[in-house]
Nanobody, 127 residues
Framework: VQLVESGGGLVQAGGSLRLSCAASGFTFDDYAIGWFRQAPGKEREAVSCISSRDASTYYQDSVKGRFTISSDNAKNTVYLQMNSLQPEDTAVYYC?????????????????????WGKGTLVTVSS
């Protein structure tokens, strides 16, 4: 099983980045995928999740209207488009997967214990 994040980097405040999470080694359509982040000195937090069952989505309040999660099931890849980035968005961003065939919301899956994790990609937003 692999989850490989890419797309991180250094960007100025107000800029944009698109993160990708390429999955392999499990049945992608049976899993909910989430993006999480951990800033220096802070606990890891859920940013956004997408349910494989119905493509429903969840966003943390601080990123609503700025970030968009999407999934390309043909490519086994989930994206996180991040616009209007702010210095407080600086963190290591991880994607994770949890078995998700139950009729539950994306927010439910975002709060679940994830089955698989990627190694993360660093996003740095300068002011």
């Amino acid at each position: 099983v692999q989850l490989v994040e890419s797309g991180g980097g250094l960007v100025q405040a107000g800029g944009s980045l698109r993160l990708s999470c390429a999955a392999s080694g499990f049945t992608f359509d049976d899993y909910a995928i989430g993006w999480f982040r951990q800033a220096p000195g802070k606990e890891r937090e859920a940013v956004s999740c997408i349910s494989s069952r119905d493509a429903s989505t969840y966003y943390q309040d601080s990123v609503k209207g700025r970030f968009t999660i999407s999934s390309d099931n043909a490519k086994n890849t989930v994206y996180l488009q991040m616009n209007s980035l702010q210095p407080e968005d600086t963190a290591v961003y991880y994607c994770a997967a949890v078995w998700g065939v139950l009729p539950k919301s994306a927010s439910y899956y975002c709060a679940a214990v994830m089955d698989y994790w990627g190694k993360g990609t660093l996003v740095t937003v300068s002011s």
